[in-house]
């Protein structure tokens, strides 16, 4: 197994490694990718409600 993509979010940091897409077309990888920025941006969404409830 080797790292081949680091994506850097404020939350953390998701490690692709060659296992996560060998043997798969370009078309399921983008789905991957695309649902991965997806998942990050509803975390942050979630943190910056909590830290405004929190605030009020």
């Keep these: ?15 692709i490694d060659d296992d996560c897409y060998r043997d798969v077309p370009p078309e399921e990888m983008q789905r991957r990718i695309e649902r991965l920025q997806k998942t990050a941006w509803e975390l942050l969404m979630n943190q910056e409600r909590r830290k405004k409830d929190e605030g009020k």
């Design 1 to 15: 197994m080797a790292i081949v993509a680091e994506y850097h979010y404020p939350n953390g940091t998701v490690c």
